[in-house]
């Protein structure tokens, strides 16, 4: 009980310097000192001070302190997020660019995409955190930890869509990590590393925000457009960002004690199995490859059967292969030939050449190796038995990214503490956390998406399962200021 109130002040104070817990410094406050040297911040626009609504003001703030300190001694792993007001800003967001058909289309850069910022701005003001915009469009907010010197805590994920996207992907892994932050500055519950909300801006037309905490986005890259209407340079600009100064986000190794990004699962083995979170162990790497089988275009109607060099036959028997040679083996990998281009693509002559895509993914990038080479020895068996010929051409490798250890066992207890189960998963879609593996040691959580749906409007997490994923970034970020120098 903080005793008896004793004096209003109206002065101007930096109170960042007297109590970290405070982030915000505006010039006009009013400070209510009460006894025991315990002091509020009521923020007043100074002409309405003398008002009634100003002195009301004051009282509600006085006991909403009152109320701060009968929490602040809830132990860290009795914690819980406020899941009907998180679900309440979930809904609000799906107003920044609600299409006709239900979905999102908030794609990065546009206007949707800058007016929702500024929503979740003041929404990070409300929490304790001090936003702003980074020179790539990130919007960055911040709460001082009460240790010096240690390197932040940092959770975060996005809110452009895809057009037509839905309203879960990237939105849920922010608005919980807002929540998660109001939920430990209502408590009074200090942290001793500073905590990081980042909201990633273009994850969604190539993880330009994240990448540049890489150092790796090319400059030619900014003059590429972005899936709205606007050059990628000329977006991060519009955001606020500056684009010529990009080099400026790069971190090393040691700058970010510790990445957690919740997130969709966008796949369907949450909420086929029933089971609330997934303990991401990693994020698939990708290897591409064009197939090009060569035969010879001949008359359709002339050339008897035997003596076809027929390349589309022996594609079409490769694909086959591909699919059997991955699923011979247990495991989490999968493979996907998505493209087949056929010439001369006549209906009355005998395909002389097909080129098709191939892509596998794994965790371990030796196996995709492996699957490969069989792949390739297979395919070229069956090109030469039926005299045509084949030739491969890898063109894309992105390498996989393992999470960290110590964090997927925080997932799992933070989850086991909530009485919720979970499952090990590796992440079968690309993800901003990807761009922190030479920054921090990273980890993931999952939340179901209904049946699987994703980038479309039937996309789907219930607010318990949004809830649920809150309260497990909590107890994760808890414990991982407690683990992490
Ligand atoms: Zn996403």
């Given at each position: 009980m903080p005793g008896l109130f004793t004096a209003i002040y109206p002065v101007s104070i930096d109170l960042q310097a007297m109590n970290p817990r405070y982030s915000i410094a505006h010039d006009h406050e009013l400070l209510v000192l009460l006894a025991g040297a315990r002091i509020w911040k009521v923020t007043i626009v100074k002409d309405r001070f003398a008002s009634i609504n100003s002195w009301l003001m004051v009282f509600a703030m006085v006991f909403a302190s009152w109320n701060a300190d009968a929490v602040a001694d809830t132990p860290g792993n009795e914690l819980r997020v406020d899941g009907t007001r998180l679900n309440a800003t979930m809904e609000h967001m799906k107003t920044f660019g609600m299409s006709d058909t239900g979905g999102s289309t908030r794609v990065a850069y546009s206007d949707e995409n800058r007016v929702a910022l500024s929503y979740l701005s003041a929404l990070m003001l409300q929490s304790g955190l001090m936003p702003r915009i980074d020179v790539a469009g990130n919007l960055v907010a911040r709460r001082k930890g009460t240790v010096a010197g240690l390197a932040p805590i940092v959770s975060g994920s996005h809110i452009d869509t895809v057009p037509n996207g839905g309203h879960y992907d990237g939105i849920v892994g922010v608005m919980a990590a807002i929540e998660v932050a109001r939920t430990l500055f209502e408590a009074g519950h200090d942290l001793d590393h500073p905590l990081e909300i980042v909201v990633w801006s273009n994850e969604e037309g190539g993880k330009t925000g994240s990448r540049s905490y890489m150092g790796s986005v090319a400059e030619r890259e900014l003059g590429l457009l972005s899936l709205?209407?606007?050059?990628i340079g000329d977006g991060i600009s519009f955001l606020g960002g500056y684009p010529d100064r990009l080099a400026e986000n790069a971190r090393n190794r040691g700058d970010i004690s510790a990445y957690i990004e919740l997130h969709i699962e966008q796949g369907a083995i949450l909420d086929r199995e029933g089971i609330s979170i997934g303990v991401v162990e990693g994020i698939v790497g990708i290897k591409r490859w064009n197939i090009t089988v060569d035969g010879f275009a001949n008359h359709a109607g002339t050339t008897p059967m035997d003596q076809r060099q027929d390349a589309l036959y022996v594609a079409a028997l490769i694909v086959a292969e591909v699919r059997r040679i991955i699923t011979a083996e247990s495991g989490k990998q999968v493979a996907t030939v998505g493209r087949l281009q056929v010439h001369p693509d006549v209906p009355n002559v005998i395909p002389g050449q097909v080129v098709f895509s191939l892509e596998i993914r794994d965790l371990d990038m030796d196996k995709v190796d492996q699957l490969f080479s069989r792949i390739r020895d297979s395919a070229t068996a069956l090109a030469e038995t039926n005299d045509t010929t084949v030739g491969f051409d890898q063109y894309y490798e992105s390498p996989a990214v393992i999470t960290d250890e110590r964090i997927k066992k925080i997932v799992n207890e933070a989850a086991d503490i909530l009485g919720l189960l979970s499952l090990h998963m590796p992440s079968g879609a690309g993800h901003d956390a990807q761009s922190m593996k030479h920054i921090a040691p990273l980890g993931m959580i999952f939340v179901p998406s209904k049946k699987g749906i994703s980038h479309a409007p039937g996309e789907f997490t219930s607010e318990q399962q949004i809830t649920d994923g809150a309260n497990v970034l909590l107890q994760t970020i808890i414990a991982l200021d407690a683990l992490f120098d």
């Open positions: 709205g209407d606007k050059t």
